[in-house]
């Protein structure tokens, strides 16, 4: 076996395509809706949104889809992104497992979000836009667009919800050094917005209503679309460098992962990492256990319905069958912001229904401490999101070494923290409140899905 610690694979490796696991799904999965007709959607439905590219993306069984040369002079800035094989974590736990992670959180917004933010911007700058509106809730997403658009010359506006607007301004700081325009929401430029303030002057916010105000504005001019950082397909396509690049390492690294871990808040970043090796399994090849790590508080996977669902509070997109909490569930405040969404990735939720994944949820006293344990080991502070997988992790090593058995594990740590240190004081000053959803809350919630009869 290899003894180095690093994995570093030189440029000319950075792949040339995405994976799109939709070529190798045993099943397709359910088509995405109309909320008036409960009609599939076609492109049409979707254009005032996207662009035609990402819109055929979202759609496409091709296997491989070509990786455009603009979007990978980019991510040649920072990928291939490091894997480490974390040998002191190892030493701290005592185990005999092999723990491998593989790091985004060395892209120029600290996270694996721009590997899509970027593409985005790409095929938006081609098909003649000029602006694109989001929503962010702790505000990675939101700084990964802001970078993108400052490259390929796109205006950005973010809607960013409003405890997080007040509580986390470096975030916002940096969307502005990038350029784009950061408003608070629920605000008063949309009638999403407006709505929520007429009954709440005070409303904190939400991801679901910051992704209607985004929505709102994007389909009013033509010159504007959408761009989401999660939960899509396409989305989920762009991240597959992260998992491409990790099976060259682990090659490198002569292993191969028994297990791989991921958190969970849209699916993006564990699809980027588990896809590609799921795809070589249903092609034949090694089966791999998977685990997908989510908060207690907003347990999509573990505690929430698959069904069809809106993706915003507002109900103006189209009904997708995902696990949901329900749209208009508003979990708890916790620190992992990205953590922070009703629902989960279609083709995620999918797999667990065909039973290829399976989900875990902690709650964020005990992801925190997973991750002092890990910076103290390996020096990377992870993102608070990050340390759901580095529980994930550090619990299935601890799980190699009471049955006395070597595994290879593989995790993201899918950002760094250097954005988030008011939730280390938090933790440090006991103040890390393990907080529960409402189960009444939930129970409501999910009597308003809507109801869509099931296909014959
Ligand atoms: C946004 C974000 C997440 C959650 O989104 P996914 O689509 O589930 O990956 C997780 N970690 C970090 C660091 C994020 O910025």
């Not at 809730?137 to 409003?162: C, E, I, K, Y």
């Not at 899509?232 to 597959?240: C, D, G, S």
């Not at 103040?431 to 899905?449: F, I, V």
């Amino acid at each position: 076996m290899n003894d180095s610690i690093k994995y570093v694979l030189d440029e000319t490796r950075l792949p040339r395509a995405w994976y799109n696991l939709q070529a190798d799904l045993p099943r397709p999965l359910p088509p995405v809706l109309h909320p008036g007709t409960h009609q599939p959607v076609g492109p049409d439905d979707l254009a005032p949104l996207f662009p035609l590219e990402l819109i055929l993306q979202e759609v496409s069984t091709e296997r491989e889809i070509p990786i455009p040369e603009p979007v990978r002079d980019v991510y040649r800035q920072w990928r291939p992104a490091p894997l480490y094989r974390a040998r002191r974590l190892e030493r701290a736990l005592q185990t005999p497992a092999r723990i491998y992670y593989k790091y985004e959180g060395v892209s120029p917004a600290g996270s694996h979000k721009p590997n899509t933010a970027v593409a985005q911007a790409f095929y938006n700058q081609q098909a003649g836009v000029k602006r694109l509106v989001t929503e962010t809730g702790a505000g990675q997403w939101g700084s990964s667009l802001a970078f993108a658009g400052a490259l390929f010359g796109l205006d950005v506006q973010v809607f960013m919800v409003r405890v997080s607007y007040d509580q986390k301004p470096y975030r916002r700081a940096l969307m502005e050094t990038y350029g784009a325009r950061c408003t608070p929401s629920p605000s008063s430029e949309t009638n999403a917005g407006r709505t929520i303030l007429a009954k709440r002057a005070d409303h904190p916010g939400s991801l679901g209503i910051a992704i209607s105000e985004a929505v709102e504005v994007a389909a009013q001019r033509d010159d504007t679309k959408y761009a989401l950082g999660s939960v899509l397909n396409h989305v989920l396509l762009h991240q597959t460098v992260i998992g491409q690049e990790a099976m060259a390492q682990m090659e490198m690294a002569d292993d191969y992962p028994d297990v791989i871990v991921g958190c969970t808040g849209g699916g993006s970043n564990f699809a980027g990492i588990v896809f590609p090796y799921l795809g070589a399994q249903l092609r034949g090849g090694r089966k791999v256990g998977i685990v997908a790590i989510e908060p207690a508080a907003c347990p999509s996977l573990t505690r929430g319905r698959y069904a069809y669902d809106f993706g915003d509070t507002g109900h103006l997109t189209p009904l997708t069958k995902m696990h949901t909490l329900g749209s208009t569930f508003t979990p708890p405040g916790f620190h992992a912001g990205g953590l922070r969404y009703h629902g989960m990735a279609p083709l995620v939720s999918h797999l667990k229904e065909l039973g290829l994944i399976d989900a875990r949820a902690y709650h964020q006293s005990q992801v925190f401490e997973a991750g002092v344990l890990f910076a103290r080991a390996e020096g990377i502070v992870p993102a608070p999101e990050a340390n759901h997988a580095v529980k994930g992790a550090i619990d299935e090593a601890l799980r190699c070494k009471e049955e006395g058995v070597s595994r290879a594990i593989l995790f993201n740590l899918c950002g760094h923290g250097h954005f988030d240190m008011q939730a280390y004081i938090d933790y440090f000053g006991g103040k890390l409140a393990d907080l529960d959803y409402d189960e009444a809350e939930l129970a409501m919630a999910l009597a308003g899905l809507p109801s869509v009869p099931e296909p014959a």
